[in-house]
């Protein structure tokens, strides 16, 4: 059975820092891009970044370039998000989905989000 698990948010004070972490099973995970979305209350969900099977293309939403850096370790099944500079408004939960392929880039080119893990950024 396939799992998408997202642990490692918290509450921070702007400008601090937060990696959160994608722990996969249940599928071939280097066989496939995976991405990070977020969703704040009363808001639809947004793509953050994304990261192609063997890592060396990545892909991030405007709002975070520069701040955000996405990475994987295909030897443990996990991706991984750092975030620095954190802002009030990337307060939201936030999930990782499995590519529908290896090198899934685009927005709508994931599928199964797993569990995600909350992030509150305060002023």
């Known amino acids: 059975q396939m799992q998408l698990v997202a642990s490692g948010g918290g509450s921070v004070q702007a400008g601090g820092s937060l990696k959160p972490t994608c722990a996969a099973s249940g599928f071939t995970f280097n066989g496939y891009a995976i991405g990070w979305f977020r969703q704040a209350p009363g808001k639809e969900r947004e793509f953050v970044a994304a990261?192609?099977?063997?890592?060396?293309?990545?892909r991030y939403a405007d709002a975070v370039k520069g701040r955000f850096a996405i990475s994987r370790d295909n030897a443990k099944n996990t991706v991984a998000l750092q975030m620095n500079g954190l802002k009030p408004e990337d307060t939201a939960v936030y999930y990782c989905?499995?590519?529908?392929?290896?090198?899934?880039?685009?927005?709508?080119?994931?599928?199964?989000w797993g569990q995600g893990t909350q992030v509150s950024v305060s002023s």
């Open positions: 990261i192609i099977w063997a890592g060396t293309n990545r």
């Open positions: 989905a499995k590519g529908v392929h290896p090198y899934s880039m685009g927005d709508t080119d994931f599928e199964s």
